[in-house]
Protein backbone atom coordinates (compact mmCIF):
# COMPACT_ATOMS: atom_id res chain seq x y z
CA UNK A 1 0.00 0.00 0.00
CA UNK A 2 1.12 3.33 -0.60
CA UNK A 3 2.33 5.64 2.23
CA UNK A 4 0.01 8.00 3.44
CA UNK A 5 2.38 10.06 4.72
CA UNK A 6 3.30 13.55 3.22
CA UNK A 7 6.87 13.46 1.18
CA UNK A 8 8.53 16.18 2.95
CA UNK A 9 10.50 18.60 0.25
CA UNK A 10 13.45 18.23 1.88
CA UNK A 11 15.68 16.88 -0.77
CA UNK A 12 17.62 14.28 2.26
CA UNK A 13 14.36 12.96 3.01
CA UNK A 14 13.14 12.11 0.14
CA UNK A 15 16.44 10.84 -0.90
CA UNK A 16 16.29 8.53 2.10
CA UNK A 17 12.73 7.48 1.34
CA UNK A 18 13.57 5.99 -2.26
CA UNK A 19 16.46 4.48 -0.91
CA UNK A 20 14.50 2.74 1.93
CA UNK A 21 11.79 1.92 -1.06
CA UNK A 22 14.37 0.76 -3.85
CA UNK A 23 16.48 -1.46 -1.03
CA UNK A 24 13.47 -3.43 -0.16
CA UNK A 25 12.26 -3.87 -3.63
CA UNK A 26 15.38 -4.68 -4.85
CA UNK A 27 16.04 -7.67 -2.27
CA UNK A 28 12.69 -8.56 -2.67
CA UNK A 29 13.30 -9.00 -6.34
CA UNK A 30 16.18 -8.78 -7.50
CA UNK A 31 17.59 -6.18 -10.13
CA UNK A 32 16.06 -7.20 -13.38
CA UNK A 33 12.72 -8.22 -11.93
CA UNK A 34 12.73 -4.91 -9.64
CA UNK A 35 9.96 -2.56 -10.61
CA UNK A 36 10.24 1.54 -10.07
CA UNK A 37 6.42 1.41 -10.22
CA UNK A 38 6.54 -0.54 -7.16
CA UNK A 39 9.74 1.66 -5.74
CA UNK A 40 6.89 4.73 -6.36
CA UNK A 41 4.15 3.10 -4.64
CA UNK A 42 6.62 1.69 -1.28
CA UNK A 43 7.77 5.45 -0.92
CA UNK A 44 4.34 6.87 -1.75
CA UNK A 45 5.92 9.63 -3.79
CA UNK A 46 5.46 9.80 -7.79
CA UNK A 47 7.78 8.63 -10.93
CA UNK A 48 8.40 12.13 -11.53
CA UNK A 49 10.11 12.82 -8.17
CA UNK A 50 11.99 9.32 -8.40
CA UNK A 51 13.19 9.79 -11.77
CA UNK A 52 14.59 13.45 -10.94
CA UNK A 53 16.62 11.85 -7.63
CA UNK A 54 17.62 9.00 -10.17
CA UNK A 55 17.34 8.85 -13.51
CA UNK A 56 17.90 5.21 -13.90
CA UNK A 57 17.12 1.86 -12.07
CA UNK A 58 20.51 0.91 -12.45
CA UNK A 59 21.98 4.50 -10.98
CA UNK A 60 18.97 3.73 -7.76
CA UNK A 61 20.66 0.10 -7.56
CA UNK A 62 24.50 2.26 -7.34
CA UNK A 63 23.22 4.25 -4.76
CA UNK A 64 21.41 1.47 -2.75
CA UNK A 65 24.50 -0.36 -2.60
CA UNK A 66 26.82 2.45 -1.86
CA UNK A 67 24.59 3.19 1.43
CA UNK A 68 24.83 -0.36 2.04
CA UNK A 69 28.30 -0.44 1.95
CA UNK A 70 28.89 2.84 3.77
CA UNK A 71 27.09 1.34 6.71
CA UNK A 72 30.25 -0.37 7.91
CA UNK A 73 31.66 3.31 9.57
CA UNK A 74 28.85 3.14 11.92
CA UNK A 75 28.63 -0.40 12.69
CA UNK A 76 32.21 -1.44 12.99
CA UNK A 77 33.55 1.80 14.74
CA UNK A 78 37.49 1.39 15.28
CA UNK A 79 37.26 3.89 17.68
CA UNK A 80 35.71 1.43 19.86
CA UNK A 81 37.87 -1.35 19.52
CA UNK A 82 39.97 -1.59 22.37
CA UNK A 83 42.12 -4.68 22.34
CA UNK A 84 45.68 -3.63 23.41
CA UNK A 85 47.14 -6.91 22.23
CA UNK A 86 46.86 -8.41 18.97
CA UNK A 87 44.37 -11.74 19.81
CA UNK A 88 41.98 -9.50 21.52
CA UNK A 89 41.87 -6.42 18.62
CA UNK A 90 41.35 -8.87 16.06
CA UNK A 91 38.68 -10.96 18.00
CA UNK A 92 36.81 -7.87 18.86
CA UNK A 93 36.92 -6.54 15.28
CA UNK A 94 36.24 -9.62 13.57
CA UNK A 95 33.33 -10.24 15.58
CA UNK A 96 31.71 -6.48 14.65
CA UNK A 97 32.81 -7.07 10.90
CA UNK A 98 30.85 -10.49 10.91
CA UNK A 99 27.85 -8.86 12.55
CA UNK A 100 27.56 -6.40 9.95
CA UNK A 101 28.70 -8.29 7.34
CA UNK A 102 26.15 -10.53 7.59
CA UNK A 103 23.38 -8.64 8.17
CA UNK A 104 20.40 -8.61 5.18
CA UNK A 105 22.15 -5.80 3.97
CA UNK A 106 25.17 -6.72 2.78
CA UNK A 107 24.34 -10.30 1.92
CA UNK A 108 22.26 -8.97 -0.88
CA UNK A 109 24.67 -7.26 -2.25
CA UNK A 110 26.56 -10.70 -2.46
CA UNK A 111 23.33 -12.67 -3.52
CA UNK A 112 22.87 -10.09 -6.26
CA UNK A 113 27.10 -10.05 -7.43
CA UNK A 114 26.44 -14.04 -7.53
CA UNK A 115 23.18 -13.77 -9.57
CA UNK A 116 23.22 -10.43 -11.81
CA UNK A 117 26.77 -9.63 -11.39
CA UNK A 118 27.68 -10.07 -14.81
CA UNK A 119 25.24 -7.97 -16.09
CA UNK A 120 26.31 -5.26 -13.82
CA UNK A 121 29.73 -5.25 -14.28
CA UNK A 122 30.58 -1.84 -12.25
CA UNK A 123 28.77 -2.87 -9.28
CA UNK A 124 31.17 -6.10 -8.65
CA UNK A 125 33.59 -3.92 -7.17
CA UNK A 126 32.09 -0.89 -5.75
CA UNK A 127 31.08 -2.91 -2.60
CA UNK A 128 34.83 -3.91 -1.77
CA UNK A 129 36.09 -0.31 -2.75
CA UNK A 130 33.66 1.19 0.04
CA UNK A 131 33.68 -1.34 2.77
CA UNK A 132 36.57 -4.24 1.85
CA UNK A 133 39.43 -2.01 1.09
CA UNK A 134 39.03 0.13 4.25
CA UNK A 135 38.33 -2.65 6.78
CA UNK A 136 41.44 -4.47 5.07
CA UNK A 137 43.40 -0.92 5.41
CA UNK A 138 42.55 -0.69 8.88
CA UNK A 139 43.83 -4.67 9.80
CA UNK A 140 46.82 -3.97 7.34
CA UNK A 141 47.42 -0.91 9.74
CA UNK A 142 47.45 -2.68 12.73
CA UNK A 143 50.04 -5.16 11.33
CA UNK A 144 52.55 -2.53 10.67
CA UNK A 145 52.31 -1.46 14.04
CA UNK A 146 52.32 -4.55 16.02
CA UNK A 147 55.35 -5.43 13.71
CA UNK A 148 57.22 -2.17 14.43
CA UNK A 149 56.43 -2.86 18.72
CA UNK A 150 57.50 -6.15 18.14
CA UNK A 151 54.56 -8.06 18.89
CA UNK A 152 54.04 -10.14 15.48
CA UNK A 153 56.75 -10.30 12.14
CA UNK A 154 54.12 -9.55 9.25
CA UNK A 155 56.70 -8.69 6.37
CA UNK A 156 53.39 -7.75 4.20
CA UNK A 157 51.18 -5.97 5.90
CA UNK A 158 48.70 -5.68 2.89
CA UNK A 159 48.69 -9.59 1.72
CA UNK A 160 48.51 -11.04 5.43
CA UNK A 161 45.41 -8.63 6.20
CA UNK A 162 43.72 -10.22 2.84
CA UNK A 163 45.21 -13.61 4.58
CA UNK A 164 42.75 -12.54 7.58
CA UNK A 165 39.92 -11.88 6.32
CA UNK A 166 39.90 -14.88 4.37
CA UNK A 167 39.53 -16.40 7.72
CA UNK A 168 37.35 -14.51 9.18
CA UNK A 169 34.94 -13.66 6.52
CA UNK A 170 35.14 -15.61 3.17
CA UNK A 171 34.10 -18.79 4.38
CA UNK A 172 31.35 -17.24 7.04
CA UNK A 173 29.42 -15.35 3.93
CA UNK A 174 29.74 -18.06 1.46
CA UNK A 175 27.89 -20.51 4.20
CA UNK A 176 25.16 -17.65 4.74
CA UNK A 177 24.93 -16.99 1.47
CA UNK A 178 24.12 -20.62 0.01
CA UNK A 179 22.29 -21.19 3.34
CA UNK A 180 24.07 -23.34 5.23
CA UNK A 181 24.69 -20.95 7.49
CA UNK A 182 24.38 -18.46 9.55
CA UNK A 183 26.62 -17.31 12.62
CA UNK A 184 25.58 -15.38 15.21
CA UNK A 185 25.53 -14.88 19.02
CA UNK A 186 28.09 -17.55 20.74
CA UNK A 187 28.93 -19.32 17.67
CA UNK A 188 30.32 -16.15 16.03
CA UNK A 189 32.33 -15.44 18.85
CA UNK A 190 33.76 -18.66 18.67
CA UNK A 191 34.54 -18.54 14.83
CA UNK A 192 36.15 -15.14 15.29
CA UNK A 193 38.03 -16.75 17.91
CA UNK A 194 39.58 -19.42 15.85
CA UNK A 195 40.17 -17.21 12.66
CA UNK A 196 42.16 -14.90 14.87
CA UNK A 197 43.54 -18.47 16.53
CA UNK A 198 44.78 -19.79 13.25
CA UNK A 199 45.79 -16.52 11.30
CA UNK A 200 48.09 -15.36 14.37
CA UNK A 201 50.04 -19.28 14.46
CA UNK A 202 52.98 -18.36 12.51
CA UNK A 203 52.79 -14.05 13.17
CA UNK A 204 53.72 -14.20 16.87
CA UNK A 205 57.63 -11.95 17.28
CA UNK A 206 58.78 -15.30 18.94
CA UNK A 207 58.42 -17.39 16.05
CA UNK A 208 60.37 -14.89 14.03
CA UNK A 209 63.48 -14.43 16.66
CA UNK A 210 63.74 -18.54 16.73
CA UNK A 211 64.42 -18.09 12.88
CA UNK A 212 60.93 -19.69 11.94
CA UNK A 213 59.52 -19.64 8.73
CA UNK A 214 56.15 -17.00 8.18
Not at 180 to 208: C, I, P, T
Request: glycine share 10%; proline share 3%; hydrophobic share 45%.
Amino acid sequence: MASKIPISRDPREVTRRILDAAEAEFMASGYEAASTNRIVTRFGGSKATLFRHFPTKERLLHAVIERISSDWRSAVDLDRIRGEDPRGWLVEFGVAVLEWILGDGPLFVGRLGISEGHKLPQLKHRFYELAGAPLQAAVADRLKQWTVEGKLGCWNAEADALSFFDLMVAGAVSRALYGVDRLGGRKLQEHAERAVHLFLDGRMAERRASGSAR
